[in-house]
């Protein structure tokens, strides 16, 4: 699994923009949504395998960094292996904008997303 930071922001395409200018490369953007507005979620690598989101956000979530996993096999992999170690899910597996997720609590109740993207959706 590949670690992923997100970084919640008014603006993606702005920020986008930015860190690309800071050195990191476009590797996945959601397309818009069909009712209009802004994109929601973009992806950048950076050197070594480390990825940030960016995802535009609301007023409950300004300023939030939070933690994800981009999956290396399919979720459902990942789920029966979490479950089988006593782990309950948060959510169950929903379908995003950029593929599918669900979300799980660390020990210390901290909330982290796993993510499949499906690349195909990609603009």
Excluded: C
Excluded at 11 to 27: I, K, N, P
Excluded at 34 to 62: F, I, K, M, Q
Excluded at 65 to 74: R, S
Aim: proline residues 3%.
């Amino acid at each position: 699994m590949r670690v992923m930071a997100i970084r919640y922001v008014r603006d993606v395409d702005s920020a986008r923009q930015f860190y690309q200018a800071l050195g990191l490369t476009l590797e996945f953007a959601s397309r818009r949504p069909r009712r209009g507005g802004p994109s929601s979620w973009t992806e950048l690598a950076g050197s070594g395998g480390a990825n940030l989101a960016l995802h535009h956000w609301d007023e409950n979530l300004a300023g939030k960094v939070e933690l994800t996993f981009q999956a290396d096999e399919p979720l459902e992999q990942v789920v029966d292996r979490l479950r089988r170690g006593g782990y309950e899910l948060a959510t169950e597996i929903v379908d995003e904008s950029f593929g599918r997720s669900f979300t799980i609590r660390d020990p210390e109740g901290l909330l982290i997303q796993i993510n499949e993207n499906d690349y195909d959706l990609q603009r």
